[in-house]
């Protein structure tokens, strides 16, 4: 299958500083890019759907100006998360997919602590 | 809103039972269903269904959908302990994927 990667694997910051999470799709193109997070022994909640070029759409309750997103190349997408608080913490994980018709492959995952 | 709902929310097994494990959806603008493997880390592809009746199958593990009572099943036959790990059903409709809760499977000696 293709590969996603994901960077950093774990990341602990300080309350109030920035957090940057890269998402690349290694050998195929990926027009879409979608962003999750999940909870402890809770589901991948999407947070917002990148596509390349283009302003990302964000799922309703979560914080466009905290949690942004750029796709500025077919193969990369950042998430960054401004101004973090503990509640921040979580697993956040990205996809990415060829096109439409194609199944989305996920990242490694990235476990951001907030402390 | 789409809806993914999954049963059983979890379960526990002895190893070589065979387990089925159950999606149903809502969604507007169906494009297909896809079931994902997770163990520790980011879900892990297994299926992507679009057709109804059509099994899938990899190895101990199959998948089928119906289109007409939405839903989907998951088979994993002759489990083993390295089964272990929570299963889930996504739908894509127009634009996104959604989630199910998943079904954690517990595989024990």
């Known amino acids: 299958g293709a590969v996603v990667s994901q960077h950093p694997s774990r990341v602990i910051c300080k309350s109030g500083t920035s957090v940057k999470i890269e998402c690349r799709s290694l050998?195929?193109?990926?027009?879409?890019m979608f962003w999750y997070r999940q909870f402890p022994k809770q589901s991948l909640m999407l947070m917002a759907t990148?596509?390349?070029?283009?302003?990302?759409?964000?799922e309703q309750g979560v914080e466009k100006d905290k949690f942004l997103i750029n796709h500025a190349s077919l193969t990369l997408s950042t998430l960054t998360v401004t101004s973090a608080h503990p509640e921040d913490s979580s697993f956040y994980i990205c996809s990415a997919r060829r096109d439409e018709n194609t199944e989305a492959f996920f990242g490694q995952g990235t476990r951001l602590t907030v402390v | 809103e789409d809806k993914v709902v999954q049963s059983p929310l979890s379960l526990v097994v002895h190893e070589g039972d065979t387990v089925t494990l159950n999606c149903s959806y809502e969604v507007t603008n169906f494009r297909s269903l896809l079931w994902y493997k997770q163990e520790k880390k980011a879900p892990t592809f297994l299926f992507m269904l679009t057709s109804s009746g059509i099994e899938k199958k990899s190895g101990r593990l199959s998948s089928i959908l119906d289109k007409k009572e939405l839903f989907s099943i998951l088979n994993i036959t002759a489990t083993q302990t390295g089964d272990s790990a929570v299963y889930l059903c996504?739908?894509?409709?127009?634009?996104?994927?959604?989630f199910g809760t998943g079904t954690r499977l517990q595989v024990t000696l």
């Open positions: 990148s596509n390349e070029g283009s302003k990302a759409t964000y």
């Open positions: 996504a739908v894509r409709g127009a634009s996104k994927l959604t």
């Open positions: 050998d195929f193109q990926a027009t879409t």
